[in-house]
């Protein structure tokens, strides 16, 4: 198979921007059912960001490529880890509290405390791993019950270890000491914040997760148990243990969600910490088809719709949960879309063979039937 | 693409369940209208920006919500409103207060504790305008121009503890809090010391109905009703609330347990917010006037004197009191009022932590 066929990269294309289409139509009528005023609404999201804007796009969309990539490696093995969130919650408490202890100085704080998150969510996700392998509980539903745990686990604990800052009602571990907190990267001209100094991470990440998946004999096998556990087999590979370890590098990058945010703006952990991010995780993966380029750019649009929706309510006198709508919307869109454009992938596909095959045939008896 | 329709598939019940945890209480779409010619025109433009749930919410954000509405009436200042999604970062609490600055409001109030680090950083970024924000008083929000509102619920459920404590028959009441957060344990604090100022011997159960960060307790009525429910079973015969929406389900206990069952209502006079079918059953309310406190940041303002720094409203400023709506309580009246002038008087000090 041709990747870089112009048919494949039309259809390929047109599954996204199907989807943004539909996602625009469908909430449009929505806003006119309602009695919004659908002009002022786009012309809010659509506007051009400004500087500001702009950092906290690349940002969010930060945060969101982590999340996506983690729920993405399990998908590529066909596991669905639908605990990242929890995952990403437990290992940012976790590497929150050490952080906060100011043990190691500066720099070194940081590189530890990313380790500390790394194996707090490998661990987290290892529990499911393990009741999967050894107990055959489905993934889903024990991640989804570990999700719960998770956030009973982290409040107890949060509790336990607040550090109650003098008047305030907030509740939140130890602040990280000034010298591990990352000022941040002056990208974006104009702007008077700044972009996460941990965007390299994400960066690292979507490399390593490209070259590891497609460029190694891990990968292949990993991929390989996904299509077909029992090929894989033939093969000679060892499922559970494949199970074991893309479960736990799912959590390990889990973890690794939370760091921008701890390191670069809350500086603590605490209940004003964003939440949600692993469901967010499960549809950028989804919609970028698990590969390194599209979650990144499905990560710029999430990241892009949820920046600009924050003045609907200014501007258009909107909430801004509308923007929930379209981004459902588009998520269904686009799963729909991806099926229809395989199915005609396929038809024109099985259309070409029988042409080439009737024309082969065609040809044939005048060749065969040439008498020496 | 089966794998594709399968996740599909979770991730709508996901977002399901994330629907029913969070309140998008949006559904009065604030207006930005100041143009109303009734009374003293000002100009001053007074942004409000909301804790999750936003005006709707019969509670917290209502409350200011209230004291807005107050300035825009007698005032005439223009107001836009905006309020917080559910699990939303740093960055968008900051984005919605500069954005309210962009769109040229001079005087920001931000309710909630979570937008303390925010309105700090706002207010740093613009030292033009000033902001207020309720429920905080931490370095975080501080500023030359930030007006730091808190309450000492404490001074009130203080009286609102005496007055149970009184008129129980069992010597036996309750207490549910919506979260177990450092704020709500104010309030325990407060009833159970007011309760024990009366009775010494007074039994008194607490429960939280959740824990942070799930903050699903200021909003579910079921829990609130379960939770009661339990308490009057087990004798008590008046419970108190500091729950916000989950509240609703206390009344709804109160009423099911029948004659002599009382509950206790907060924030605002639930005897006359609260359904109508079980006003009749709230004693006494712990009223927290965060009304008070806005308008009071908007007026002194319009009158040239903004207002900075920590302010605590307590019983001796009127930031906080019990109600009388419904005449339950008027023969032990005169008694809550000799312990309010005691604690004005400084003769009493409540307590903040259980």
Redesign the interface.
């Known amino acids: 198979m041709n990747r870089l066929n112009p048919r494949r990269i039309l259809l390929g294309l047109s599954a996204p921007v199907l989807a943004l289409i539909v996602a625009f139509v469908i909430t449009s009528i929505i806003l006119v059912l309602f009695g919004d005023p659908v002009r002022e609404v786009w012309s809010t999201i659509l506007k051009a960001p400004k500087p500001r804007q702009t950092v906290q796009i690349i940002n969010a969309a930060t945060v969101y490529y982590l999340s996506a990539i983690a729920v993405a490696v399990g998908f590529r093995m066909n596991l669905f880890n639908i605990g990242v969130d929890g995952q990403y919650r437990v290992a940012v408490f976790a590497a929150a509290v050490f952080a906060g202890q100011a043990w190691l100085p500066g720099f070194l704080n940081i590189i530890v405390a990313i380790i500390v998150a790394m194996v707090a969510g490998g661990f987290w996700a290892s529990i499911a791993a393990y009741l999967k392998v050894k107990r055959g509980v489905s993934e889903v539903i024990s991640t989804i019950m570990l999700n719960a745990i998770a956030t009973g686990v982290v409040s107890w604990l949060l509790l336990k270890v607040a550090d109650r800052k003098e008047g305030s009602n907030a509740i939140a571990t130890k602040t990280i000491p000034e010298s591990s907190q990352l000022e941040g990267l002056k990208l974006i001209p104009g702007a008077t914040n700044r972009v996460y100094t941990l965007i390299v991470l994400a960066v690292v990440v979507g490399f390593l997760y490209w070259f590891v998946l497609g460029r190694t004999r891990f990968g292949f096998d990993l991929r390989a148990t996904g299509r077909s556990e029992s090929a894989a087999v033939a093969s000679g590979v060892n499922v559970p243990r494949m199970v074991m370890t893309a479960m736990i590098a799912s959590g390990a990058l889990a973890g690794l969600i939370g760091m921008p945010l701890l390191f670069g703006q809350d500086h603590n952990y605490g209940t004003t910490f964003q939440s949600g991010l692993g469901f967010a995780g499960i549809a950028i993966a989804l919609l970028g088809r698990n590969n390194a380029i599209g979650i990144a750019f499905a990560s710029l649009l999430w990241a892009f719709l949820d920046i600009q929706s924050n003045a609907l309510q200014i501007t258009a006198g909107v909430a801004q949960e509308i923007v929930f709508i379209i981004q459902g919307v588009i998520l269904f869109a686009v799963v729909i879309a991806y099926e229809l454009i395989r199915r005609t992938d396929k038809r024109l596909e099985q259309q070409r063979v029988a042409r080439e095959l009737a024309a082969q045939r065609k040809a044939q008896p005048a060749t065969e039937g040439a008498p020496a | 693409?089966r794998?594709?329709?399968?996740?599909?598939a979770?991730?709508s019940v996901?977002?399901l369940t994330?629907?029913a945890c969070g309140d998008?209480g949006?559904?009065s779409?604030?207006?930005?209208s100041g143009s109303s010619d009734s009374g003293k025109k000002s100009d001053l433009k007074v942004?409000m920006a909301y804790d999750v749930g936003g005006r709707g919410d019969q509670s917290f954000n209502d409350a200011a919500a209230a004291g807005l509405d107050k300035a825009k009436k007698e005032l005439g200042v223009e107001t836009?409103?905006?309020?917080a999604?559910?699990?939303?970062?740093?960055?968008?609490?900051e984005?919605?207060l500069?954005?309210?600055v962009d769109?040229g409001y001079t005087h920001i109030v931000a309710v909630g504790?979570?937008y303390?680090?925010s309105v700090g950083k706002a207010a740093k970024?613009n030292p033009d305008v000033n902001f207020a924000i309720v429920?905080?008083?931490?370095?975080?929000s501080k500023g030359a121009n930030v007006d730091?509102i808190?309450f000492a619920e404490n001074e009130g459920s203080f009286l609102v503890g005496a007055a149970a404590a009184l008129k129980s028959k069992a010597g036996h009441i309750g207490f549910v809090g919506g979260v177990?957060?450092?704020?709500i344990k104010k309030f325990e604090a407060g009833y159970i010391a007011g309760a024990k100022a009366v009775n010494p011997n007074i039994k008194i159960d607490s429960q939280y109905l959740t824990?942070?960060?799930?903050?699903s307790g200021f909003g579910d009525p079921a829990k609130g009703k379960t939770a009661a429910e339990g308490m009057y079973q087990k004798g008590a015969d008046i419970v108190y609330h500091a729950a916000g929406g989950s509240g609703g389900g206390v009344f709804t206990a109160a009423k099911a347990a029948g004659d002599g069952k009382w509950a206790i209502g907060v924030d605002s006079d639930q005897a006359l917010t609260a359904p109508a079918d079980v006003r009749d059953k709230i004693l006494t309310s712990m009223v927290k006037k965060v009304d008070v406190a806005v308008y009071d940041f908007i007026k002194s303002a319009a009158d040239g004197k903004e207002l900075t720094g920590?302010n605590e409203y307590n019983l001796a400023k009127g930031g906080v009191d019990y109600s009388k709506t419904g005449g339950h309580i008027d023969d032990i009246a005169s008694k809550l009022d000799d312990y309010k002038q005691q604690i004005i008087d400084k003769k009493i000090t409540v307590p903040t932590t259980p």
Not at chain 2, 3 to 8: I, L, P, T, Y
Not at chain 2, 80 to 83: H, L, Q, T, V, Y
Not at chain 2, 135 to 140: F, I, P, T
């Open positions: 693409m794998h594709a329709m399968k996740v599909a979770v991730m996901a977002a994330l629907a998008s949006n559904d779409s604030p207006s930005g942004g836009k409103e905006a309020a999604v559910n699990g939303e970062n740093e960055a968008a609490r984005e919605r500069q954005q309210l769109a504790f979570a303390a680090a970024d429920d905080d008083a931490s370095d975080d730091q808190t177990n957060v450092p704020l824990q942070p960060p799930d903050f920590p």
